[in-house]
């Protein structure tokens, strides 16, 4: 049985995830006040997200290296005083210019964080329950991703009406320029970031040993890896995978907004929270249909179905669009845990190395809402977001031309009658 060390262990690791998705995943409800309040273009508020998650690209790999010299505790109190350090300065000087440096130095601090949470939740939560420990966490990731668009909403009517002031609210007004309310998401973020600092310096970590899926490698190991082509093409597709998941994300509500004349603090802040409610329970849904067929048979199922949601999102009428952008989530849901699946399966071994190449196709995040805007400033955000089907197509083709070693463990139809026996 687990302690109740162990247990409050896990508790922090789910904890850690849940803050690290709060930050991270409530950019595209920010993005038309980032147009509207900085009178930038579409290409310059996209520089915003990029900055963020070029950092992952940046970050992921030296942070690997940076756990095993010197521990999780450690780097994970180091990441949160970053995040602390990235919301506090753009709290205090809301201009672009810092937003840029800001979110650069946020992302650093999460790219870390993800880094060093799942080997702890391994040795804290014991390696029997890590399948299970590590689908609930991404759960919980997702519900933060859900409720982080929705507290945005209440911040910022809360603070433009000042109708049932709380004390939150009274203190925030105080704090926050009146022109720019929604930059009362970035003191929240201080705060929360700050206390998780003081309860990861509180806590007490085991030593995590590393097994060799979770071992940094070494630098002959990567160029190793770097030399194989089915190495380049997985981090490709992981780059289209996370540009498909953000482009949609960043832009939806801003799309919502010119097309429809949808309020983005309300009903496209709300489009952007159920995109991830309904990515999060898609994997609920995914993770059956993986005991059920073949993975890639699931992607391509998935894959069509993230186009045909898009094509209705971008074409459709605004009733129409509001129900197929999130939609869009649904199937994308299975995604990104199939293409790792396939990709660390695709290779005999440095599975350690070739994870961390994977996780820096998280910079996709910022390459492709970049074009995304860039394209739209030229013709339209509606042409922008037609390169989702690029994206998106990329993913899809894995379906096709995957050829994993060790296939994914299917219940058959006699699995499925015979009794259990003890």
Known sequence: MASAHNRMLVGLVFLTFFVISFLTNILGALVPDIIASFHVSLTLAAVLPFSFFMAYGIASIPAGFLIERWGEKTVMCASFLLAVAGALTFALLPAYGVAIGSLFVMGCGMAALQVAVNPLLRV??????????????????????????LVFTYLVTG????????????????????????????????????????????????????????????WPAYRSLLKRPIVWAYSACV???????????????????????????????????????????????????????????????????????????LFGPANVSLIAFPCVGLFASIMWPTLISLALNSVESQHGPFAGILCTGIMGGALWPLLIGRVGDLFGLRAGMLLLYLSFGAVMSVALWARPLIGNAVLSA?????????
């Open 124 to 149: 804290a939560g014991g390696e029997a329950h890590f399948a299970f420990n590590s689908a609930l966490a991404q759960l919980i990731f997702g519900a933060a991703s859900f409720v982080s668009p």
């Open 159 to 218: 603070l433009s009406h000042g109708e049932a002031r709380t004390p939150l609210l009274d203190w925030l007004a105080a704090v926050t320029p009146e022109q720019l309310p929604w930059v009362s998401i970035y003191w929240l973020f201080a705060a929360a970031a700050a206390v998780m600092v003081l309860v990861i310096a509180l806590a007490r970590m085991p030593v995590v040993v590393r097994t060799a899926d979770e071992s940094a490698g070494t």
């Open 239 to 313: 780059i289209a995978y996370v540009g498909s998941e953000q482009g949609t994300a960043d832009w939806m509500s801003q799309f919502l907004s010119r097309y429809h004349g949808i309020d983005p603090h309300s009903q496209g802040a709300a489009a952007v929270s159920r995109f991830w409610g309904l990515l999060t329970l898609g994997c609920l849904f995914g993770m059956l249909l993986l005991k059920l067929f073949d993975s890639r048979r699931v992607l391509l199922g998935f894959s069509l179905g993230a186009l045909a949601a898009l094509t209705l999102a």
């Open 414 to 422: 006699r699995d499925a009658r015979s009794p259990a026996r003890g």
